[in-house]
């Protein structure tokens, strides 16, 4: 769990500040895919959306599979409330990320600022273009769904490549390939986007009696 975890964090942190086009690409000819994804992230300030996210090998073997909800707010906010195996919350307030084992009683909490020195981390701090980041790489389409792959331009990323699928809605699932040659997939349904989200969603207090490391 760990490790799907840490990829969640690191690729929401990223996403949820990232801005499409750049003057490079504005005027290059753009795929469906990439028209969806510009549209995604320029005019998608809210989300919320079941998710079923499954662990597994780069061979296809499973290893874990959850399910739960995720709220995110642009830019730099999210929570993902994980419903099984096991209870666990995630929310960042925008200045800090706190992650909540229920079971464990146990919390983690860091600044999104600290330690950060490395892209794409330290694109926390601004809004960034994501052509300047990643190279964008269109796949292909089935159902509707245009998959793109972004493969970070900085060779010390913690991602070796991360696939999005779009239509003409919005995000639609997200792999994750990590350092720890895994892959997660996540699928979202139920999907609401652009509405009024409460503040406290994206709020965290520690429960009383738990173990809280860090700050």
Do not use: C
């Not at 996210?53 to 296809?60: A, S, V």
């Not at 793109?148 to 809605?169: H, P």
């Not at 965290?204 to 809280?212: A, R």
């Amino acid at each position: 769990m760990k490790s799907i975890i840490s990829s969640l964090v690191l690729f929401f942190v990223v996403f949820s500040a990232a801005v499409f086009a750049d003057d490079n690409s504005s005027s290059a000819k753009l795929t469906t895919g990439e028209i969806y994804l510009e549209n995604f992230l320029a005019n998608t300030k809210s989300l919320e959306a079941d998710f079923q996210q499954t662990l597994r090998t780069h061979e296809g073997e499973v290893l874990q599979q959850t399910t739960g909800r995720f709220y995110l707010n642009r830019p730099g906010k999210f929570r993902w409330n994980y419903r099984s195996p096991s209870e666990q919350v995630i929310v960042s307030d925008g200045e800090r990320i706190w992650i909540y084992d229920v079971e464990l009683q146990q919390v983690t909490v860091q600044k999104q600022s600290a330690g950060l020195s490395t892209t794409p981390m330290a694109l926390l701090e601004n809004s960034f273009k994501l052509h300047q980041s990643f190279d964008v790489t269109p796949l292909d389409e089935h159902d509707g769904i245009y998959r793109l792959k972004l493969v970070s331009k900085t060779k010390d990323s913690d991602f070796g490549e991360i696939v999005v699928g779009l239509d003409a809605q919005g995000l639609r699932f997200m792999q994750l390939h990590d350092q720890f040659e895994q892959v997660t997939d996540i699928v979202f349904s139920d999907i609401t986007t652009n509405s009024e989200l409460a503040k406290e969603i994206f709020e965290f207090i520690p429960p009383q009696g738990v173990d809280v490391f860090g700050g």
